[in-house]
């Protein structure tokens, strides 16, 4: 079976169907669908296909050779996924982490998976109190490759969760680590994901976008909880070599190659010579905000970092942008107009801490180079759809208008 097969658009076929189901051990009345994909020439790709509550991997060489499938907890490159996996070890690791009584039984359901790097796993327990009551416990946890990275996370989310956040905005507090560092436990956070009820335009949306940007800018007036540094020539660094790789597999990737060239001649722009650098969130979309009664949660801090907070702005407008372009239905004006709103509000709260000059121009120089890492990540998962295109010239847009004479609406 060719990995190609896997990656075009319809419903799996009924033989790759039957080969997933057997290295599942699941029956052959259960839909076997793909839940993921990515694809990148001179680097492993990747499927993620879902059978019942059981998930399993195809792995393929950057050139789309055949695929090879094993059950996700067989990824040697997360060993923490096996413990996971295992209910005694599991119930045993939570055990370590909650006061007693033990657990009677733990289970874990698979939130997110990305091959080789990190899983997000939702873990229920369940223990029998002294009064014979049952005692129900939720965490979130996440499985990391690298034990240094789980440990840097970890260490972060404790300072993060002493820091006084103010009126406006709450951090998951950790829950504990795994000993051999693979594993961070945090509390699961309530509330209604913002994402969605922007995109239902529900009438809280317009109250939603406020104040996830005083929340956003709260973040940003907390210490540095890390000295890992985000830069966007980093960033652009990246585009670059990913871009070209899929340019030689995918030829409708030229608008992107052509953006991200600019992008490179664009990074000694004057206005990135005057940001005043803070404490970045590294992935602030709106699906990252949790709206709740009182102040708004901030999830997923993962790729925090000391950077631009002109780059976590433009990463909320540009999320806004892809739902729009990717819907059936697209809707720019009413996509910038939230983006619009979501900036006004931010420089609002940002007032009183040291944004630097061109503000605006530089969340329009960071929001191409989101636009382009988008386009990137489509292709990579979708080849054959025009979405990718459609964010380039999204990207080279933005880009025209900051050096036709700048972004000054912030």
Request: some cysteine.
């Amino acid at each position: 079976m060719r990995a190609a097969e896997a990656l075009a658009p319809g419903p799996v076929s009924d033989e790759l169907a039957r080969r997933v189901r057997a290295v599942a051990g699941a029956g052959d009345d259960l839909r076997c669908r793909v839940v993921d994909r990515r694809v990148t020439p001179g680097e492993p790709s990747h499927v993620l296909f879902e059978v019942g509550r059981r998930y399993v991997v195809g792995s393929a060489s950057g050139d789309l050779s055949d695929l090879a499938l094993s059950p996700i907890e067989s990824d040697e490159s997360l060993p923490g996924l096996r413990l996971v996996h295992d209910p005694e070890a599991l119930r045993s690791l939570t055990d370590s982490w909650f006061p007693a009584p033990p657990a009677a039984r733990s289970r874990a359901e698979l939130l997110r998976y990305r091959p080789g790097r990190r899983a997000t796993f939702l873990v229920e327990t369940a223990a029998v109190g002294p009064d014979r009551r049952l005692i129900r416990r939720r965490l979130i946890a996440k499985v990391y490759h690298d034990p240094a990275k789980a440990r840097a996370v970890h260490a972060e989310m404790v300072v993060l969760a002493s820091a006084d956040t103010g009126p406006d905005l709450v951090l998951a507090r950790p829950v504990g680590i795994e000993p051999e560092g693979d594993i961070v436990g945090q509390e699961v956070m309530a509330g209604t994901a913002l994402g969605p009820l922007l995109a239902a335009s529900s009438p809280r949306a317009g109250e939603g976008i406020d104040r996830a940007a005083r929340a956003l800018a709260a973040l940003h007036r907390l210490p540095p909880a890390s000295d890992r540094r985000r830069a966007l020539s980093t960033t652009i660094d990246k585009l670059e070599v990913r871009a070209r790789r899929v340019a030689a597999l995918h030829p409708e990737a030229a608008p992107l190659v052509e953006l991200v060239d600019r992008l490179a001649n664009a990074s000694d722009h004057p206005a990135l010579g005057r940001a005043r650098h803070s404490l970045v969130h590294g992935d602030a979309k709106a699906d990252q905000f949790l709206v709740r009664p009182d102040r708004l949660a901030l999830l997923d801090l993962d790729h925090c970092g000391v950077g631009d907070p002109a780059a976590d702005v433009a990463d909320f407008i540009g999320k806004l942008l892809q739902r729009s372009l990717a819907s059936g239905r697209p809707d720019r004006a009413t996509a910038e107009a939230m983006g619009l709103r979501f900036r006004v509000a931010y420089t609002v709260a940002g007032r009183g801490h040291d944004l630097g000059e061109g503000f605006g121009d530089r969340i329009t120089l960071h929001l191409a180079a989101g636009l382009a890492r988008r386009a990137l990540r489509a292709l990579q998962r979708a080849p054959a759809s025009p979405l990718a295109g459609t964010l380039a010239a999204e990207g080279h847009r933005h880009l025209d208008q900051l050096l036709a004479g700048g972004d000054r609406s912030c």
